[in-house]
Every structure is written in C-alpha cells, then in structure tokens.
C-alpha cells in the first residue's frame, strides 16, 4: 500500500488491496480492493492529445467515462459500471469485472455472437445521442505511432488462421 498512498483520497474507505494491472495500453489499471467490493482506477495518460482540425485539446478519460455512463444509463451491462471521475488527475473508478482477454483461438460462437448483440444496440441508439459522443482518440502522438499501430493490425490480420 505504501507505493499508492496517493489513492486513499479517492475513496471514503481505506482500500484494503491495490495491485496494478499489466495491460498493454498507455493508462494504468489497478485493482482496488475495498472493504465491501472490488473497483478498476484507471488513471489516464497525462498526455492531451491535440485535435488539429479542432483546435481543441480532447480529453480521453473524460470522454470515456461519459459514453461509458450514457450507455451503463440505457442499461448496457456487458461494460463496466462508471462510479466516479476526477477530472483534474485523470482518474476513473469502475466497477471491476473479472475475466480474462481471449486469444483467437479461444473465441467461439457465443463471444462472436455477444460482440455482434452489443454491436446492434450501439446501433440502435437514437442518431442525434450518437453524434454527442466525443471524439474518439488513437493513443497515437506522432506519425511512425500511427505506422507502427497500422503495421500491428496489419500482421494480426495476414496471420489470422480461423480454427476449423
């Protein structure tokens, strides 16, 4: 607990655990354990990423959390659940759900299925909800970021093999 004294004023309850998630992603994640449950901080990178053709900065984390508590408000359950932002240290807290990331092997029916569903809801929100979201941001902050993403995709993509 010493390594994250920092977060005790993020909750009225003294956390009981904080263990950090290893993710790949420029956020970091922990787990914190709290005396009646378990709750995901996201603390969001300090980096703004600049929209040019707005000329306003984008705030990623702030963005996230409202579509994540439009869409928690519309009663999708298969996120999340948004508690609290605290916009000026770029911090979330979610309910924390287990599970684990399924490679593409271990994808079936059922998840194709599930992701397809989610999919129709999301379109079947009303139109003018839709174009209220805020951007969307790639973590990317220069050219050869968005080359390297590009390349990545690229690869999954050529080496994809579907299990028969």
Not at 32 to 40: A, G, M, R, W, Y
Not at 82 to 106: M, R
Request: glycine residues 4%.
């Amino acid at each position: 607990m010493e390594d994250f004294p920092d977060f005790q004023r993020f909750f009225e309850e003294e956390p009981v655990s904080i263990s950090e998630i290893a993710h790949k992603g420029n956020n970091q994640l922990f787990k914190i354990v709290l005396p009646e449950k378990s709750v995901l901080l996201k603390a969001y990178s300090a980096r703004d990423v600049k929209n040019l053709n707005r000329g306003k900065s984008l705030n990623r984390g702030k963005n996230e959390f409202e579509v994540l508590s439009y869409l928690w408000n519309r009663g999708f359950r298969e996120i999340p659940c948004p508690i609290d932002f605290f916009e000026s240290d770029g911090v979330a807290i979610y309910s924390f759900e287990t599970g684990k990331t399924l490679h593409a092997e271990e994808v079936g029916e059922r998840d194709i299925r599930a992701a397809a569903d989610f999919l129709v809801k999301l379109h079947k929100l009303p139109l003018e909800d839709r174009l209220n979201f805020g951007l969307a941001t790639s973590a990317c902050l220069s050219v050869s970021d968005y080359i390297s993403v590009l390349d990545s995709r690229l690869k999954k993509i050529a080496d994809y093999s579907p299990v028969s």
